[in-house]
């Protein structure tokens, strides 16, 4: 998928800033398509470089394999 077809699919929004161009995907952690959105926005080549947003709760989950088990997805 193209980086224009995956911007059609997801929410998003472009914004530039002191003449650098930011593009904001936004994404449901549990959604496949989203997975999928963010790996062929990646693949695309189009960027200098990835950031990710993580909560805290999953920010742990990442870095405590046991708190995975413990985290609440609805909250």
């Known amino acids: 998928m193209t980086l224009e077809e995956v911007l059609k699919s997801q929410p998003h ?3 530039e800033r002191d003449g650098v161009r930011y593009t904001l995907l936004g994404t449901a952690h549990v959604s ?3 997975v999928e959105a963010v790996r062929d926005a990646i693949g695309s080549g189009r960027f200098d470089a990835v950031a990710v947003e993580l909560d805290a709760p999953r920010l742990q989950a990442l870095s405590d394999p046991d ?8 909250q």
């Open 13 to 15: 929004k472009i914004v």
């Open 32 to 34: 496949q398509a989203s």
């Open 67 to 74: 708190a995975l088990s413990k985290l609440d997805l609805v």
